[in-house]
T-cell receptor
Framework: TQLLEQSPQFLSIQEGENLTVYCNSS?????LQWYRQEPGEGPVLLVTVVTGGEVKKLKRLTFQFGDARKDSSLHITAAQTGDTGLYLCAGVLGGSQGNLIFGKGTKLSVKP | DSGVTQTPKHLITATGQRVTLRCSPR?????VYWYQQSLDQGLQFLIQ???????AKGNILERFSAQQFPDLHSELNLSSLELGDSALYFC?????????????FGSGTRLTVV
C-alpha cells in the first residue's frame, strides 16, 4: 500500500496549457515536499510546505498543502516544454522523525 | 551539479556478484540517505547515516549494507546480486538530521544485473 498516492500517473499536454497534479494520503504529514526529476538525474527539491492550508508560489508553479495536512497539489500555469519531467511528492509522517516517504510520481510531458 | 557525487554512474554485473556504490555528500552535510528507485516501486528508502552513525533503516535487504566514513562519504555494498536488484540507486544528503528539511540528491548509479 502506497502511503502517498499521486495522480494522474501520466499527463501529456500542449505547451501553454494549465495543469494540476495531486498527492493524497489518509495519513497526516508534518511536512510535504515536491521534487522534479529528469531522466538520468536525481530528484531536485522544488518546495517544502509545513502548515495546513499553506500556499507557495515558485514562478508559474503553485503548491498547496491541504488544511488537514493529508494532501497537496501542484498547479502549473502556461506549461512550457522545460516543465517536462517526473514530479514527486514526499512527506514526513506527523509526530515522527521518520524518513521521507515518496509517492510514485506523475510523469508530465509538455509538447511544443 | 547538486554537490552530491555518486560513482560509478553505470554498473553492469552478473548475478551472484558484489558491488560497492560510493557517495560523497554535499559539503557541510552530515546526513546521508540511500534510496532505490525502480519502475514499479518508485523511490524506496534503504538506510540513513548521520555523522558516521546509522540512524534509520528502511526496506534494506540483508544482502545490502552501508557505512559512512569519518570524511562523511558513504558506501552502499550490495552482495549476492539478483536480477531484481537492477535499479537506480540514489544517495541524498542534508545538513541536519530532521527529514523535513529537504534532501539534495546525487545523479544516481544505474545498476544492471545480468
Amino acid at each position: 500500500t502506497q502511503l502517498l498516492e499521486q495522480s494522474p500517473q501520466f499527463l501529456s499536454i500542449q505547451e501553454g496549457e494549465n495543469l494540476t497534479v495531486y498527492c493524497n494520503s489518509s495519513s497526516v504529514f508534518s511536512s510535504l515536499q515536491w521534487y522534479r526529476q529528469e531522466p538520468g538525474e536525481g530528484p531536485v527539491l522544488l518546495v517544502t510546505v509545513v502548515t495546513g492550508g499553506e500556499v507557495k508560489k515558485l514562478k508559474r508553479l503553485t503548491f498547496q498543502f491541504g488544511d488537514a495536512r493529508k494532501d497537496s497539489s501542484l498547479h502549473i500555469t502556461a506549461a512550457q516544454t522545460g516543465d517536462t519531467g517526473l514530479y514527486l511528492c514526499a512527506g514526513v509522517l506527523g509526530g515522527s522523525q521518520g524518513n521521507l516517504i515518496f509517492g510514485k510520481g506523475t510523469k508530465l510531458s509538455v509538447k511544443p | 551539479d547538486s554537490g552530491v557525487t555518486q560513482t560509478p554512474k553505470h554498473l553492469i554485473t552478473a548475478t551472484g556478484q558484489r558491488v560497492t556504490l560510493r557517495c560523497s555528500p554535499r559539503s557541510g552535510d552530515l546526513s546521508v540517505y540511500w534510496y532505490q528507485q525502480s519502475l514499479d516501486q518508485g523511490l524506496q528508502f534503504l538506510i540513513q547515516y548521520y555523522n558516521g552513525e546509522e540512524r534509520a533503516k528502511g526496506n534494506i535487504l540483508e544482502r545490502f549494507s552501508a557505512q559512512q566514513f569519518p570524511d562523511l562519504h558513504s558506501e552502499l555494498n550490495l552482495s549476492s546480486l539478483e536480477l531484481g536488484d537492477s535499479a537506480l540507486y540514489f544517495c541524498a544528503s542534508s545538513v541536519v538530521e530532521h527529514r523535513g528539511r529537504g534532501y539534495t540528491f546525487g545523479s544516481g548509479t544505474r545498476l544492471t544485473v545480468v
